[in-house]
């Protein structure tokens, strides 16, 4: 079992930007699908980002392209998401989890086999 720990969380006024890591040990696979997700206060968990490892793909949801981008540094078995343009709809605790080649895929932004997660971190967007 793989363990996820967020960090780069934060206060940050409309229009500013953070960089989210996720961290996974003991390590990270390059074509492992890796997820990011977020719950809004009083609303469900949705998904923002999916990379699918094995295929290269990328997919956003809507409500955060063009301005959020995923990277990944495997070597350091790290993740990250760039946020520009924060707006406070974007307030949310975000996760970042984890599934193997095998077992995990994304449809769209949407990671379906994800086995491991992150306890998340809280993102506030608020002058």
């Known amino acids: 079992q793989l363990q996820l720990v967020e960090s780069g969380g934060g206060l940050v006024q409309p229009g500013g930007s953070l960089k989210l890591s996720c961290t996974v040990s003991p390590s990270l696979f390059e074509t492992d699908t890796i997820a990011w997700f977020r719950r809004a206060p009083g609303k469900e968990r949705e998904s923002v980002a999916c990379a699918d490892g094995a295929w290269g793909s990328i997919n956003y949801a809507n409500a955060v392209k063009g301005r959020f981008t995923f990277s990944r540094d495997s070597a350091n078995n790290k993740a990250y998401l760039q946020m520009n343009g924060l707006k406070p709809e974007d307030t949310a605790i975000y996760y970042c989890?984890?599934?193997?080649?095998?077992?995990?895929?994304?449809?769209?932004?949407?990671?379906?086999?994800?086995?491991?997660w992150g306890k998340g971190i809280l993102v506030t967007v608020s002058s």
């Open positions: 989890a984890v599934g193997s080649k095998s077992s995990s895929y994304c449809r769209g932004e949407i990671a379906i086999g994800i086995k491991d």
